[in-house]
Structures are given as structure tokens and as C-alpha cells.
């Protein structure tokens, strides 16, 4: 295996020995051997979790029977969001050595980072030729173009604002989870799971990220959609009362996390879950494709409802992969692309992934009871755009973010958290 890395370009070989030990990077994933350099792609992400990687296999297994002589190196870099990942691609942006499509989000993240500085390349002519100006969303056009080009392929649509819970631990302390709970019913469940020795949140924000999430959904929850979508055209402010409630309220939540949370990934706090030395996840349906894995049923091994006071919001995180500019392997690289946007692949990939469709076509009915609330809920509530996974806001905001968070679940500093943000909104060219 290690000598398949060895064989790459050596950008590709730092990441393709990080995803050594947690994807077989260079067994399933790539295949160099006996191939000349131009029947090879290679695609960049941070897939790299049980279901992630799964999901990811999908999309391989459908372009090797489609090109069955072509190789795909899987350059993926462990470290959900990608926290760890984005940085590496960045420096090989930078240094003129592009992976030929790598993952990323649609909103600021795409068009900020990788569009403007001129990193990717349009996608017209593919989504003329697959049709897709027909079956993607207007909305999500709107979040991958620029000038009326599309520059990505978007594999799924996941909803961020959901709050999981271990039905079976639930239940046996007596609690019934009603269909919607506000922030004051869920610390009364909370105290009550406390004094039975279970840690009611789970969490794994070794990356902070996870815990931003968290901090998003109870921000949605507390000021609204309308209210959370002015934070980022600065009719809303961050030092607004109800914003700072949101800080309040999120500061007790922490209150309630696992005590090891800071040493543990977003998955491995998925874990903690189902083994039931935690009860409740306010994370995105990512969690959901864990649970997949692991072949757990829904409705009876867990449940789910929106996260309190969010249940008129779809907080949005989806993912795609783009052209860069300088593909190495343009062909290939197109092909791959045409595969995502398949809709088997994506009702397959899905399904596997713990998200739903990007492309409206898709058969409903082969998803089970969550994705199908997912589908509803995105069809009948607000779409928003996540902070913590770039789409709302410019990258240097986020980082921002990211800083204050670590700071605030240690000091709970809620005049610091606000005044902080309101100024790095100011200075991202969005906030009042
Ligand atoms: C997000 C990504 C999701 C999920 C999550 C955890 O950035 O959009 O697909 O994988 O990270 O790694």
C-alpha cells in the first residue's frame, strides 16, 4: 500500500498517507498500477469518517464501471468540516498544484476562496450536456455561480440543525420526547438525565467546528430564520439581546457536555451515543449516516427533532467538487464530475451519507423515515446558510468564529463572545 503512495505526486502523498489508516487509501481508494498518467484523477475531501468514506465509495465503485480505465487516487485528509484539509489544499493551490476536483461548500466558500482567486474553472458546457440547469435547484445555482456559471457539482443537500437522541437510553429515564421542545423543556430532561450519571449532549469538538454547529442551531433557534439570514446583510446585529441570549443559552448547553468532549471527533462523540454514555447530538445529519453504518434503525434505536425553536429553519450544509483551473487529468476529471451529478449516484451516495439529493428528481421513496423529514422540512422551511462550514459568511469571519468559540466554552464570556463578533463582522465588510 505504502508504495502506491510512493508512486504519487508528493503533495498527494502527504494525504494520501494521513487516509492510509482510515480510508485504505492506496488499495480501494487508488489503483496507479499499470496505468499511464493521464487515465488518473484524483479527487481531494475530508471524507474520511465510517459513512463518509462509505458514501465516498459509492461515487468510486459508479465511475469505475463507467471508466473502468481510469484510477482515481483518493487524496482525502482525516478531520470533519475539513479542518485539516482545507489548509493543505490551500498551499497546494497556492503553489500551482492543484488536486483535479476537491470538495467544498456552495456560498462564500466556493466562490470567495476558490472562484474569485480563479482556482476553478466554469462548468457550462457539463450541465448543458448532463441537463442539469433542469434538475438542480434555482436556489443552489444561486450559490455556485458566479456570472451565470455554475463551478460545482453538488452531491447532497444536509440539514444541520437536528437534535439526535438515543431513544432506548431516553426512554428507560422515563423521558418522552414530544415532537417539538424549546430550550427550558430540554435542560429539564437534561437535569434529570445528569442526576441519572449520563452526559445529556454529546460532543466531539477536538475541531471546534462541531461545537460551532451547536452554537449555530441554538442561534437559529433562539433569534429565528429571518433574524439569523440579517446577520450576514447587517440588518441584524451580534450584539443584538436576542443574539446574546443565544450566547446565554448555548453557554449553559455546554454546561451539559461530555466531560471528554474536547478529545474526541464529531464521529467518535456519534459513538459515545450509541453506546449510550450520551443522550443527546444537536449536529448535522452526518450523524444520521453513522447511524447507517453501525445499522441502526430509525424511530427505534434513535430519534430526532429539530433542534429547539429551529423547526421553521433548514440550516443548509452541502457539499461538491469543483474543476480546477489547472486539472492535471481534465478529461477524467469531467467524467467524475458527470458521475456525481448522476441521480442514481446521488439517490446511492445519499443513502450512504446520511443526506439528501441535490437534484430534485430523485425517488423519495427509496429513502427511510429521517430522510424523508429531511426532504419536508427542506421543502417547507427557510433555507439558511451555516457560518461553520463557510457558506454565510467570508473565510476570515469564520476562523473568527472559530477562535471566539474556543475561547467561550472555556470562559462563557458572553459581553466578550458578542463584542468579538460584532467586530470581526464589521471588518468582513457585513455586520453593523
Ligand atoms: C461537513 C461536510 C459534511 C460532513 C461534515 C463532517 O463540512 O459538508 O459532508 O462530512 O463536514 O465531516
Same mark, same amino acid.
Given at each position: 500500500m505504502i508504495s502506491n503512495c510512493v508512486?504519487?505526486?508528493?503533495?498527494?502523498?502527504?494525504?494520501?498517507?494521513v487516509a492510509l489508516t482510515l480510508t485504505g487509501c492506496g488499495s480501494s481508494g487508488s489503483d496507479q498500477s499499470g496505468t499511464s498518467d493521464a487515465n488518473v484523477v484524483e479527487?481531494?475531501?475530508?471524507? !474520511?469518517?465510517?459513512?463518509?468514506?462509505?458514501?465516498?465509495?459509492?461515487?468510486?465503485?459508479? $465511475?469505475?464501471?463507467? $471508466?473502468?480505465?481510469?484510477?482515481?487516487?483518493?487524496?482525502?485528509?482525516?478531520?470533519?468540516?475539513?479542518?485539516?484539509?482545507?489548509?493543505?489544499?490551500?498551499?497546494?493551490?497556492?503553489?500551482?498544484?492543484?488536486?483535479?476536483?476537491?470538495?467544498? #461548500?456552495p456560498g462564500a466558500e466556493v466562490l470567495g476562496q476558490y472562484v474569485a482567486p480563479n482556482f476553478a474553472a466554469p462548468l457550462d458546457d457539463l450541465y448543458a450536456e448532463e441537463g442539469w440547469y433542469e434538475v438542480f435547484p434555482q436556489r443552489l445555482m444561486d /450559490?455556485?455561480?458566479?456570472?451565470g456559471s455554475p463551478y460545482l457539482v453538488v452531491l447532497n443537500l444536509h440539514r444541520s440543525n437536528t437534535l439526535w437522541y438515543n431513544k432506548p437510553l431516553v426512554e428507560s429515564h422515563g423521558i418522552t420526547i414530544n415532537k417539538r421542545l424549546s430550550h427550558d423543556e430540554l435542560f429539564v430532561?437534561?437535569?434529570?438525565?445528569?442526576? =441519572? =450519571?449520563?452526559? *445529556?449532549l454529546c460532543m466531539g469538538d477536538a475541531g471546534i467546528w462541531a461545537a460551532g454547529i451547536t452554537f449555530e442551531n441554538t442561534l437559529v433557534g433562539t433569534i429565528g430564520p429571518e433574524r439569523y439570514l440579517?446577520?450576514?446583510?447587517?440588518?441584524?446585529?451580534?450584539?443584538?439581546?436576542?443574539? &446574546?441570549?443565544? /450566547?446565554?443559552?448555548f453557554g449553559r448547553l455546554v454546561d451539559y457536555f461530555n466531560a471528554d468532549h474536547a478529545a474526541l471527533s464529531w464521529d467518535q462523540a456519534v459513538d459515545k451515543l450509541i453506546e449510550g454514555s450520551c443522550a443527546f447530538y444537536s449536529m448535522g445529519d452526518w450523524v444520521y449516516g453513522e447511524f447507517v453504518q453501525a445499522g441502526l434503525v430509525d424511530n427505534v434505536?434513535?430519534?430526532?427533532?429539530? #433542534? *429547539?425553536?429551529?423547526?421553521?429553519?433548514?440550516? @443548509?450544509?452541502? %457539499?461538491?467538487? !469543483?474543476?480546477?483551473? %489547472?486539472? *492535471?487529468?481534465?478529461?477524467?476529471?469531467r467524467n467524475m464530475l458527470r458521475v456525481m451529478g448522476q441521480?442514481?449516484?446521488?439517490?446511492?451516495?445519499?443513502?450512504?451519507?446520511?443526506?439528501?439529493?441535490?437534484?430534485? %428528481?430523485?425517488? &423519495?421513496?427509496?429513502?427511510?423515515?429521517?430522510?424523508?423529514?429531511? /426532504?419536508?422540512?427542506?421543502?417547507?422551511?427557510?433555507?439558511?446558510?451555516?457560518?461553520? #462550514? =463557510?457558506?454565510?459568511?467570508?473565510?476570515?469571519? &469564520?476562523?473568527?468564529?472559530?477562535?471566539? @468559540?474556543?475561547?467561550?466554552v472555556v470562559h462563557r464570556d458572553v459581553d466578550g463572545f458578542a463584542r468579538t463578533l460584532k467586530r470581526e463582522a464589521r471588518m468582513s465588510g457585513f455586520g453593523r
Open positions: 508512486a504519487l505526486h508528493r503533495h498527494v502523498f502527504l494525504a494520501c498517507l479527487v481531494f475531501s475530508w471524507w !474520511t469518517s465510517g459513512s463518509e468514506a462509505a458514501a465516498l465509495q459509492v461515487v468510486f465503485d459508479a $465511475y469505475r464501471a463507467q $471508466y473502468p480505465d481510469v484510477s482515481i487516487i483518493n487524496a482525502s485528509i482525516a478531520g470533519g468540516g475539513g479542518s485539516a484539509a482545507r489548509p493543505v489544499l490551500q498551499t497546494r493551490l497556492v503553489g500551482n498544484n492543484p488536486p483535479d476536483t476537491w470538495q467544498t #461548500h /450559490m455556485v455561480s458566479r456570472d430532561i437534561f437535569d434529570r438525565l445528569k442526576a =441519572g =450519571g449520563i452526559a *445529556p440579517g446577520l450576514w446583510d447587517g440588518t441584524t446585529s451580534f450584539s443584538d439581546r436576542d443574539v &446574546r441570549e443565544a /450566547m446565554t443559552t434505536d434513535f430519534g430526532w427533532i429539530a #433542534h *429547539p425553536g429551529s423547526e421553521d429553519a433548514y440550516l @443548509l450544509v452541502s %457539499d461538491g467538487f !469543483t474543476l480546477a483551473r %489547472d486539472a *492535471p487529468h481534465v478529461a477524467p476529471t441521480r442514481v449516484v446521488q439517490e446511492d451516495f445519499n443513502l450512504q451519507k446520511g443526506s439528501i439529493c441535490a437534484r430534485t %428528481d430523485c425517488d &423519495r421513496e427509496r429513502f427511510g423515515p429521517y430522510l424523508k423529514w429531511a /426532504m419536508d422540512t427542506y421543502r417547507d422551511a427557510t433555507l439558511v446558510p451555516t457560518v461553520v #462550514h =463557510g457558506s454565510a459568511s467570508p473565510q476570515d469571519f &469564520r476562523q473568527a468564529l472559530n477562535d471566539a @468559540l474556543t475561547t467561550f
